[in-house]
DNA sequence: CACCTGACTTGACTAAATAGTAGTCAGCCA
DNA sequence: TGGCTGACTACTATTTAGTCAAGTCAGGTG
């Protein structure tokens, strides 16, 4: 069995979670082009017309998608200038929308050991610098990996009760 | 500027992919539905009722998704009998669902930190055994942290050459 | 000042996900 | 053997995502 539950957690038939963080990512970025978006920019995109030409999205989702993504706070939009033109804005990625690049790349991850072929996809993260392989997954604060058989789940906060239904 | 692309990839105008596994990730397994199913999963859930009464999600759908899922690997059924019931089948992760825990416990942590309020949402991962609290990023293969800024992307297999549109 | 361009916006439509309800059907039990 | 239960399957409706084409509009250029 995979991963254990501890404390008032123990006895999974006596409570249920209606608040999952997992759902409520989803909601707010769980569509395939705001996964797009993200991807580039992460990649370092930051203007209109290279989001649209490097996703090969149509203009309208990706405007839509960046519109959501701004109203959520993931983005901010900057003013900038480009001689001989008038004001346009950038999309810049906020801490907020940052945050969420372990989600992203776990994803690349996965789909590149289990949905492209022999090669195993076409990029690959390493670190700058030493060009060393990087890999997303779990660690403790003090560094030690932990697979999924090693992870727990404890309550937090005052929702420490089990209720059921 | 968030991440650099090494190699054949340092020119950003002259290339732009086709076969993304962020994509093809998010085609796989892109709803809010089928990651509840694998939170109940990672959970230790295997068995139908269990998976909509956790889910609060219909029994249509999570029907709709264990079919989906299993059909693309992600699940195996494995015949069961209780005592005085007839054969049932239950959904266990196979590795290639399993691998997906980073990506599943990376939404789960963003969030806890972006989409709940003070308290940062109901439930922590944590060491079992140990209690320390874990968390998901990124870190090369000789262990160390590596954050959004010290990564790279390096082309990879026959996939080398850049192409443009 | 008419024209053009880039960055969106709008609208019409198709496709996919989700919700809710109503079957189906294997077999245990009376 | 006829009903009951649990695990699905099928159907309809609604909502959301995505495609495509056309329209808007600020402002710089000829």
């Known amino acids: 069995m995979p991963l254990s539950f501890e404390g008032v957690l ?5 409570w249920r979670l209606d608040n999952c963080s997992i759902g409520r990512s989803m909601e707010a970025i769980g569509t395939r082009s705001s996964m797009l978006v993200l991807r580039e920019a992460f990649y370092g995109t930051t203007r209109f017309d ?27 939009k900057q003013p900038y200038r480009e001689p001989g033109k008038r004001t346009r804005y950038e999309y810049l990625l906020t801490e907020k929308g940052r945050d969420l690049f372990p989600a992203v790349f776990a994803l690349m991850q996965w ?35 932990v697979d999924l058989e090693d992870l727990a789940i404890v309550a937090h906060g005052d929702w420490a009760g089990p209720q059921s239904d």
Request: glycine share 14%; hydrophobic share 35%; net charge neutral.
């Open 50 to 76: 290279d989001f649209v030409r490097r996703t090969k999205i149509g203009d309208a989702i990706v405007a839509a998608r960046l519109k959501d993504l701004t109203d959520i706070g993931l983005f901010t």
């Open 111 to 145: 789909g590149n050991k289990h949905l492209q072929g022999e090669d195993g996809g076409p990029l690959r993260l390493v670190e700058q610098g030493t060009g060393e392989p990087v890999v997303i997954g779990a660690r403790t604060a003090s560094g030690r990996d």
């Open 10 to 14: 123990a006895d999974r038939s006596t």
